[in-house]
C-alpha cells in the first residue's frame, strides 16, 4: 500500500484545495493442482499435470481524487472535485466450488470509474439550498487474461478440471451527466419542530455495451466419450456490440418532525422514473412470432402471446414506482437512556435494464450448442461427426459448424414485466448502561416480483420428475426463454450490539469497544439460490425452501491506549462466521441419485470461549504518533491481518451420493480459502 495527501489554503480564507493519491498492489498467489483419474488414455495424452503450479494474481488499485473549495460569500460556497480509480485484478483461477481453472483461464477484471462534480451552496436563515452538476463515466472490462485458445472442460468425478482461455469478453461503459437539487427548510413549526427537505434529480445516461459471452468456443469432455473427444461445443458468435441511452429522474419529499424532544417522526416519500429501462425500442423477430404463434399450444408452457411479442411500442414506461418510508424514535425517560425505534419503507429495484437487452444479444449474438457422436458411431439425431479440425478458436472454422448444425436461443420479455420490490421494516431498543450502549434490532424484508428467466419448451412429468420437452431445434431454436415476477425472498434478521465509545483520559488509559451478533434467515420461492436469474424449468416448480447463506455472525473490535508502550496505540477486530450451507449434488434439484437441498455444512473449529465456526480471522493494528515538529505530524501503522493464519476453507466439493446410495468419498473436501492467510503491512503518515 502507498499513500499521499496534501491540502491548504490557495487564497487565504476562500479557495482551499486538496488531493491525494492511495496505491493497493499485491501480489496473491493460487495453487492449481490437477490430478486427473488414471485409465485413460486419451486423458494422458492432454497431460493435464503440465498445468499444475503455484501461480501469482496481482491486483493493482490506483485511487486519485482532488478538490477545490471556494467561499464565496458569507452565505454560500462552491467546490469541484474529481476521483478516479483504476483497477487491474488478475483471477478465477485455481480451486472452484466445482473444480479447478488453468492459469490459461484467469480473467483479467479491469475497472475504471472517474468522477467529476461540480457543487454550490447557499443558505438563508431558515433555508438551505444544494445544487450540483455531475459527470461520470464508469467502466467494468473483464476479459480473457491469456485470449486465442480454444477452452477445455474435462468433467472429472467429483469436478471439473478446466484449461485454455477465458470463455467472455465483456466492456461495458456507462457514461452520465447528472443534476439535482436539494432545499431544506428549518424555520416551520406546527405541533413541534419540523425539518422539511425536498429535491429532485435528472441523469442522462449513455451506454455502449459489448457482451461477447461465450466467444471463446468451451468444449466438454466426459469419461463416457473416454475423453477422445468433445462431446459438446459451447460458443457464442455475432454482433455483441449494443448501444442505448436512458433518462432517469427522481423526486422526494420528506419531513423531520419533533413533536416534542424525545419523539422523532421520519416520514417520506420518493417516486423514480426510467425512460428505457425495459428495452422499449425491441421488436421480435419475424421468425421467433411465426415459430412461437405455430407451436405454442404445444409447449409445454404456452405464452400469452400478446405480452411476450414486442412491437417497438407495446412496452410503457413504469410510472408507479411511488416508495413511502416511515420511521420514529422515541425515549421512554427524560434522559433518554432507553429510546425504542423502528421504521417501514417500499423500495424498487432499477436493474432490469441488463436483462432486457440481453433479449437483443441473444438473436444479433447467439450461443450455440453442437452435440458430437460417441466416438466411432455415427451421428445420432441432433448430433454430428466429430472432426479435430473443430478443436480450434479460429471464429471461421467454427461459425460454419455451428451456421450449419447451431440453433439460437430466444428470450422473451413480458411486456407487463414487473419491477422487483421490497417491503423493508426494522424495530428495536436501545439503553444506555454508563459508558455502555446496548441495542437490540429485528429487521425483515420481504421481496416480490422477482424478475426470473424460465424455459417454454420443458416441464415436468406428472410425476414431478424431469422433464418434458418440446423440440425446438428442428425449427430453428435451441429454446424459449420467457421472464416471471413469481419469484419472493424472505428476510427475517436478530442483530444484538454493545457498544463503548472510545474515551481518552488523563495520565491513563483510554479505550473502547463493541461486539456485535446477527443471526439471520433467509428463503426463497421460485428460484434456486440468491443471484440466479434462471428457475429450471420454471418458478412454478421451486417451492420455498431455505438459503443457503450464512446464518449467524460475530463481529468484535476494540481500541486501548498503551502509554506504558513507548504510546502505541492498540486496536483490532475479531470476525467469526457460521459459514454457508450448500446443496448436496449440485444444483441438479431433479438428480435422483442423492440430491440434498442444504445437506452440507461447512466444518466448524473452536474459537476461545466462544464456540466454534466456519470462518475465524483477528486483526491488529499497532500505530505511533510522534511528537510534532512545529506543524509536522508523523505516525506509523502496522497492519497484521488473520494473524493466527486461520485456513478459513470453502469450495467445499458436494458430489451425489454413490450408485450403491452410499455418500461420494470427496464429499466435503475444500478446494480454496475464504480469505488470505496471514500477512503484514506497514504505513507511514505524513502531515504538514
Known amino acids: 500500500l502507498a499513500g499521499l495527501s496534501v491540502g491548504g ?4 480564507d476562500r479557495l482551499h484545495f486538496f488531493g491525494s493519491y492511495e ?16 485409465g485413460f488414455p486419451a486423458l494422458d495424452t492432454v497431460n493435464l499435470q503440465q498445468y499444475n503450479g503455484l501461480f501469482t494474481s496481482p491486483f493493482r488499485s490506483t485511487l486519485l481524487f482532488g478538490k477545490l473549495s471556494y467561499a464565496v460569500s458569507p452565505t454560500s460556497s462552491a467546490d469541484f472535485s474529481f ?6 485484478d488478475v483471477r478465477d483461477f485455481g480451486p472452484f466450488c466445482c473444480g479447478i481453472n488453468s492459469f490459461q483461464e484467469a480473467v483479467n477484471f479491469r475497472q475504471n470509474v472517474a468522477i467529476a462534480q461540480a457543487r454550490y451552496n447557499i443558505f438563508s436563515g431558515p433555508w438551505l439550498n444544494e445544487a450540483k452538476v ?9 476479459s480473457p487474461n491469456q485470449p486465442g485458445l480454444p477452452q477445455r472442460l474435462f468433467q472429472i468425478p467429483g469436478g471439473e478440471y478446466i484449461i485454455g482461455s477465458n470463455r467472455s469478453t465483456q466492456d461495458f461503459i456507462q457514461r452520465r451527466i447528472g443534476i439535482r437539487d436539494d432545499l431544506t427548510y428549518t424555520g416551520f413549526e406546527a405541533g413541534g419542530q419540523h425539518v422539511l427537505k425536498m429535491g429532485a434529480s435528472v441523469d442522462f445516461v449513455t451506454y455502449d455495451i459489448l457482451k461477447d ?4 468456443p468451451r468444449f466438454l469432455y466426459n469419461a463416457a466419450y473416454g475423453y477422445e473427444h468433445p462431446f459438446e461445443l459451447n460458443y457464442g458468435t455475432g454482433d455483441a456490440a449494443l448501444e442505448e441511452k436512458n433518462t432517469q429522474l427522481g ?11 424525545r419523539l422523532t417522526i421520519n416520514a417520506g416519500i420518493r417516486w423514480d422514473f426510467e425512460s428505457n429501462m425495459m428495452n422499449r425500442d425491441y421488436v421480435t423477430p419475424q421468425n421467433v412470432i411465426d415459430t412461437l404463434t405455430r407451436y405454442n399450444d404445444q409447449l409445454p408452457s404456452p405464452l400469452d402471446l400478446s405480452r411476450f411479442i414486442s412491437t417497438g411500442d407495446s412496452r410503457d414506461p413504469f410510472l408507479g414506482a411511488f416508495q413511502p418510508r416511515i420511521g420514529f424514535s422515541y425515549a421512554l425517560d427524560e ?23 440481453d433479449e437483443t444479444l441473444k438473436l444479433t449474438h447467439p450461443s450455440y450448442t453442437i452435440r458430437f457422436a460417441p466416438p466411432g458411431m455415427a451421428p445420432g439425431p441432433g448430433e454430428v461427426a466429430w472432426d479435430d479440425s473443430y478443436l480450434t478458436a479460429d471464429r471461421d472454422v467454427l461459425d460454419q459448424l455451428v451456421g450449419t448444425f447451431g440453433r439460437p436461443e430466444a428470450w422473451l420479455i413480458d411486456s407487463e414485466v414487473k419491477v422487483p420490490k421490497s417491503r423493508q421494516w426494522n424495530v428495536g431498543v436501545r439503553q444506555v448502561l454508563g459508558s455502555l450502549l446496548v441495542s437490540a434490532t429485528y429487521a425483515g424484508v420481504r421481496g416480490v416480483d422477482q424478475l426470473t428467466l424460465n424455459w417454454a419448451n420443458f416441464g415436468l412429468n406428472p410425476d414431478g420428475s424431469c422433464c418434458t420437452s418440446f423440440d425446438l431445434a428442428p425449427h430453428g431454436f435451441s429454446n424459449f426463454i420467457f421472464s416471471s415476477n413469481d419469484a419472493k425472498t424472505w428476510y427475517d434478521a436478530l442483530l444484538l450490539q454493545i457498544d463503548r465509545p472510545y474515551r481518552g483520559v488523563e495520565n491513563g488509559i483510554g479505550w473502547g469497544a463493541g461486539i456485535a451478533f446477527t443471526y439471520a434467515v433467509r428463503s426463497l420461492e421460485g428460484v434456486d439460490n440468491l443471484g440466479d436469474l434462471f428457475a429450471f424449468p420454471n418458478t412454478a416448480n421451486i417451492p420455498k425452501h431455505p438459503a443457503l447463506d450464512e446464518r449467524a455472525r460475530i463481529v468484535a473490535n476494540w481500541i486501548t491506549d498503551m502509554p506504558y508502550l513507548f504510546g502505541i496505540q492498540f486496536s483490532g477486530l475479531i470476525t467469526l462466521g457460521s459459514g454457508a450451507k450448500q446443496d448436496i449434488g449440485g444444483p441438479i434439484r431433479f438428480n435422483p441419485n442423492g440430491y440434498v437441498r442444504g445437506g452440507f ?6 474459537f476461545l470461549i466462544f464456540g466454534k465456526w466456519a470462518y475465524r480471522s483477528v486483526d491488529f493494528r499497532f500505530r505511533k504518533d510522534f511528537p510534532n515538529i512545529g506543524r509536522h505530524n508523523i505516525g506509523v501503522t502496522v497492519d497484521a491481518f488473520n494473524v493466527f493464519n486461520y485456513d478459513n476453507f470453502g469450495c467445499f466439493a458436494t458430489p451425489p451420493n454413490l450408485p450403491s446410495g452410499e455418500p461420494d468419498p470427496n464429499l466435503g473436501t475444500p478446494n480454496c480459502l475464504n480469505g488470505d492467510p496471514r500477512r503484514v503491512q506497514i504505513g507511514v503518515e505524513y502531515d504538514f
Open 9 to 12: 489554503p490557495l487564497i487565504r
Open 83 to 88: 476521483s478516479n480509480r483504476h483497477e487491474t
Open 251 to 261: 423526486l422526494y419529499l420528506q419531513d423531520d418532525w419533533s413533536p416534542s424532544s
Open 601 to 606: 455444512s461447512p466444518p466448524k473449529e473452536s
Open 134 to 142: 455531475d459527470y461520470s463515466r464508469f467502466r467494468r472490462n473483464p
Open 213 to 216: 459471452n461465450d466467444g471463446t
Open 23 to 38: 496505491g493497493n498492489y499485491q501480489n496473491r498467489d493460487n495453487l492449481v493442482n490437477f490430478q486427473p483419474p488414471t
Open 335 to 357: 434522559d433518554h437512556r432507553t429510546t425504542i425505534f423502528g421504521g417501514f419503507g417500499i423500495y424498487y429495484d432499477r436493474s432490469l435494464f441488463d436483462v432486457s437487452v
